[in-house]
């Protein structure tokens, strides 16, 4: 059994990313690509990944589904970031493998990308995503509330949610300097 604390059952079940992207669906790569496009490297960001290079100890394990729109935008800068500290990644499909995600709930509900680093024995070393905090925090702020679900004001405060985050994504690739920033002070503390 898989725990949020240890994956190793799971390791070397994902796919790679080439057999990601050839199995979306035609529109969804076409998203994923148009964000991906928008990809560029921040030196500082670049050298300070130079030290992990030199490790052979880690691992990632990305879940994702070909659909969410936080994939098309975050898996792109979170799959660089792990090639230019050379640490393997695989994904997995989260309805493929449910008993993975349900490990890696945000905030109770199933979000993707969720970007797991662990070390050679499956031990989890920290989680990612699906987005950056700044991006995060109306849906943070819509699931503190914790409204009932049959409460008539749910569907316009999570609308609301929705459009914070998209507010905060904007139209161009600069959220995904976040996304690498946060990323890379995760893997530089362990």
């Known amino acids: 059994m898989i725990s ?7 390791l070397g079940q994902g796919m790679s990313q080439q057999d990601f992207l050839e199995s979306m669906n035609h ?15 921040d030196a500082h960001h670049r050298e300070a ?3 992990l290079k030199e490790r052979n100890d880690l691992r990632c394990a990305i879940l994702a589904g070909d659909w969410c729109g936080d994939v098309h935008r975050n898996l792109g800068p979170a799959v660089e970031v792990m090639n230019e500290a050379d640490i393997p990644v695989e994904i997995f499909i989260m309805e493929k493998h449910d008993d993975l995600m349900s490990q890696f709930l945000t905030m109770g509900g199933r979000s993707v ?3 797991i680093v662990t070390n050679l024995e499956g031990d989890v070393l920290f989680s990612w995503g699906p987005r950056p ?4 925090e109306p ?7 914790n409204l009932d679900p049959d ?8 609308k609301a949610a929705y459009k914070g985050i998209q ?8 959220y995904q300097k976040l996304v690498v920033y946060e990323l890379t002070n995760q893997l530089l503390q362990i």
């Open 49 to 51: 990944l130079t030290p």
């Open 27 to 41: 529109r969804y790569r076409a998203t994923l690509d148009q964000w991906y496009e928008c990809f560029t490297w």
């Open 133 to 136: 905090a700044y991006i995060q």
């Open 151 to 158: 409460d008539p004001s749910i569907d316009e405060e999570k």
């Open 113 to 115: 990308p969720k970007v």
């Open 4 to 10: 949020a604390e240890n994956i190793y059952e799971k």
């Open 139 to 145: 849906m943070t702020a819509f699931k503190r509330k």
């Open 167 to 174: 507010a905060r994504y904007g139209e161009g690739g600069d």
